[in-house]
């Protein structure tokens, strides 16, 4: 059983940065995809940003220019970035890892941490 467990969150003024990280044990996998996403209160869980097993990367056009996903692939862990953050930044933060044994498809996802940006 694959379990992330995330760390970094907590309260920035905005203009300030932290640094979310998610880290997976039970696992012996290649991780296909590793993704943050972030949700507020009455809203969608929106996916902010993803790497792939070539560290392709991709953003949500919110935090593009701001924010930097990178993993280590070593440590099974997913990092999140965040410069420039913004009171619109505010939410709980979630990981999700994607993998695949044989033609099976699996994902997990952490139990989410908040950050806060205060104006």
């Known amino acids: 059983q694959v379990q992330l467990v995330e760390s970094g969150g907590g309260l920035v003024q905005a203009g300030g940065s932290l640094r979310l990280s998610c880290a997976a044990s039970?696992?012996?996998?290649?991780?296909?995809?590793m993704n943050w996403y972030r949700q507020t209160p009455g809203k969608q869980r929106e996916l902010v940003a993803t790497i792939d097993l070539g560290n392709t990367t991709n953003y949500a056009e919110a935090v593009k220019g701001r924010f930097t996903i990178s993993r280590d692939n070593a440590k099974n862990t997913a990092y999140l970035q965040m410069n420039s953050l913004k009171p619109e930044d505010t939410a709980v933060y979630y990981c999700?890892?994607?993998?695949?044994?044989?033609?099976?498809?699996?994902?997990?996802w952490g139990q989410g941490t908040q950050v806060t940006v205060s104006s």
């Open positions: 039970g696992s012996t996998f290649s991780f296909k995809r």
């Open positions: 999700n890892f994607e993998w695949r044994t044989g033609t099976t498809g699996w994902t997990s």
